[in-house]
Structure formats: C-alpha cells, structure tokens
C-alpha cells in the first residue's frame, strides 16, 4: 500500500512487472494520478486485513 500524495507516478515504474510483487494499493492524491498508477502497474488490490491476518494465522476467525 502507497500513499504518498506528491509522490510522481513515474516513481513506480520499477515496480512494474516486478518478480514477487503481487498486489498493490495506490493513493497519490488524485484519482486520475490513482488511476494513472492503477494503469501502470495492472495489479489487483490489497487483500482485506482480517484475510491477510488469517492467511498468515495472526488472528483466528471463530
């Protein structure tokens, strides 16, 4: 997850294509510069945090 509202887009073109990377939450103070990101990297969203947390068993789901 990037947050970074003056960060330029071009600033993730080396994580374009990259090996492990395999998801991605951009916000850069924009939505066409979110979308612009979005369109540059083609990278689906964070997984929710309770599922990330399960998958990684740092919680239990009851």
């Not at 510069?33 to 945090?49: E, K, N, S, T, Y």
Request: no cysteine; hydrophobic share 45%; proline share 11%.
């Amino acid at each position: 997850m990037i947050t970074l509202p003056h960060l330029p887009v071009e600033a993730l073109v080396p994580f374009v294509d990259h090996l492990t990377l395999e998801r991605a939450g951009i916000v850069l103070g924009s939505r066409q510069r979110d979308r612009d990101a979005d369109d540059l990297l083609r990278l689906p969203p964070p997984r929710p945090g309770t599922q990330f947390a399960a998958m990684h068993e740092l919680t239990r789901v009851l």
